[in-house]
């Protein structure tokens, strides 16, 4: 049990800042065991401020006070007290600006949570989002005070010889005892979450970008030694991201210097600090034998994430961490559209909604569900969720899509110009949407209050003497926690008709001709009318998944083949493929419980030899077309989840899809198979994911001959796509030589940290017999490590969430496993011990015996001792 029950915070409680501070000057004495930090603050009393308390309340946590003075007078022991939480100064003075000058010490070794300034590897680093800086001094930690930081940082030159920190150098020097010194200086008012200081033994890797405006700019990323070959990606990636940036948004760099830190110990991706960005080395090292074509695809979608908050973010911020998705909702779209901009629009955007739904839906239907922009939290860092992140997303392009891209960058680029240098909230992004546009967006803004995926329904109805097709939408949203009461949404439904011969159809709407149109769902019930039809059309509804919602339509398995032979559309193209097989599969989940033969639709299994033969030349898109729905997303569709049905039903559509169409499947995987060293480009990678689509479905075949085929790529293999392809293709089967390769494997990889993640979670995620004994011998091995949350992620996160028929075993093996990681994990890093509860938070959608196997590990978790607000704001909410 918890020492103390912990405080919610409201938004409806925001008040501004009693005090600002202006400017802060840090010093920092660097050591590993003994950091002595001295910072000294300009601070004054916000004009803006009601409250009439003279007291100064400073955020402080994990530290040990050496000194405080204010003005220069240091102050008695009754004038301050220090608590668990914070500083506070009884009186402070009000009719002038004064200065706090407050020395402490920290010990950053001790720091297994990964938040303030900590040790990863030999390199000491900081991470202060959301609310890491008090824990390196006592400070005004919120996002609405925006101070000028000046840092020096002295440490020992042997040990940390490159000393960083946010904005320009401004000076340098050496001490005696091999000490030296470096300033920085940051010349934009930023909130204290976006500090970074980073001292270390790196190397690095420099190149230039020269901005629209002509200026040039250094850019540097800094690495150990052993990884300087494999930054090139990051680097082009950074540099295709600054002018895409200047080229969509109009946006210029403003410092000039940008630096990147890769480090081997990070809780999140990446994070954005003013000038300093430091990242998870899975987010900047890339070279094509080590790292895979999605792996390189994140790297460029984070890179450009992260500099992508320089505007959105840094030069206008939050005012409170409730408005996080202002800046994360938006910046993930940008990424979003940067990417697909970088490779294929199509495949990008099928990706990004197939995560969406098999992800975020389910948060957004179970325990933890909440707005967009939440009203409530207990521990901040739980609501860097899939909700905040990617379902904002999906609303900052829905206000795209409304606006349309020329409107929506005339409300960007007064929203910039309105708030550069502001700390504000999602109202005033929507507002300066709104005031360049002249619309009003009233009603949409719900979707941030608002949680739950709404549910639309659709009713055709054709009148074959007029030519005229009527649909009636109607949209609801189920309860969620705290909102048992749902109210309409804006909801966009982009629309296109096709004929019978599948062309796409001109249609009269609202008096115009039209091919494709933009719906404004905003009723309950609402029907919209379409003329001049030549005869009765096929809907293609919600085209490039134009809104976040669960579209519910009743279809033929004839008419989803039809839309997938013809829908221009490429989303939904893809999604009628999906719906097969989706309807396919169902059908036979329900045999499966009725325990009757298990037979394929044939519809399905010519659907999939089309798609083979041809899918109009976009070879990525191809393979998204033949890979069938994830069992989580089967899952999330079903009222009770059979995991075993699930995984039974969808591997019995793979193997008879092999076994038919098994020639095809071997003529195109001979057709794009190349012996590559695989570079990084659209043409390579569309040939390597189609080529292992195949391989994966050829493997189902379990013959000498398919074993074969995966053994000699795996062996061959000088690519890491093609490799750790192959080697899942093998571990995913009754290979007779799967132990054999992936101790080959390790025994090649083993100093790549990254290239060993893969290795655990390749063992964790896979569904043959014993994957659960595997696991637990793997968290005995030598590379396994709770400290480092890559290996976490890689092995117990994976199994908890990628491995649904082990994780839920029914003997409740599984679950207790997770237990007793979580509680282990919660003493050493809260952060990340709360995110591995959520394989628990969904145990209401299982059978009655499950439900209680594990509720009770929940229960447990939620008794332990020591319990940090983190696990226990996820356990227990899930729990409620
Ligand atoms: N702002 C970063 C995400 C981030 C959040 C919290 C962190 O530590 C607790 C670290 C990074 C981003 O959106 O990339
Ligand atoms: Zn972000």
Redesign the pocket.
Known sequence: MRDASPQTVYLKDYTPPEYLIDQIELHFELDEQRTRVQARMNVRRNPHSSADSVALKLWGEELQLLSIAIDGRPLQENEFVVGDEALIVHEAPQDRPFEILIENLIDPQANTAL?GLYLSSSMLCT?C??QGFRKITWFLDRPDVMSRFKTTLVADKAKYPVLLSNGNKTGSGELENNRHWVSWEDPFAKPCYLFALVAGQLACVADQFVTMSGRRIDLQIFVEQHNVDKCGHAIQSLKNAMRWDEQTYGLEYDLDLYMIVAVDHF??????NKGLNVFNTKFVLARPDTATDSDYEHIEGVIG??YFHNWSGNRVTCRDWFQLSLK?GFTVFRDQQFSGDMTSPAVKRIEDVNALRTRQFAEDAGPLAHPVRPEAYIEI?NF?TLTVYEKGAEVVRMLHTLLGAAGFRMGCDLYFQRHDGQAVTCEDFVKALEDANGVELGQFRRWYSQAGTPVVTVEQDYDAANGRLQLTLRQSCPPTPNQPVKQPLHIPVKLGLLNADGSPATFEFAGQPHTEVTLDLTAAEQSFNFGNLAGKPVVSLLRGFSAPVTLQMPRSLDELAFLLSHDSDTFNRWEAGQQLATQAIFQLIDSIELGRPLQLEPIVVDAYRRVLADAGGDLSYQALLLALPEESYLSGQMPVIDVEAVHQAREFVKKTLAENLAEQFLELYRQYHRDESGCFDAGAVGRRRLKNACLSYLCKLETPDSHRLAEQQFRAARNMTDQISALAAIVNSRHPDQDDCLDSFYRQWQQEALVIDKWFTLQATSSMPNTFAKVQNLMRHPAFDMKTPNRVRALVGAFSQSNPLHFHAANGEGYRFLADRVIELNALNP?IASRMVSGLAQWRRYDANRQSLMKQELQRIVATDHLSKDVYEIASKSLA
């Open positions: 938040e991470q989002e959301a809780n999140m991706g990446a994070m954005e994430h992260e994360e860092n860097y952060q």
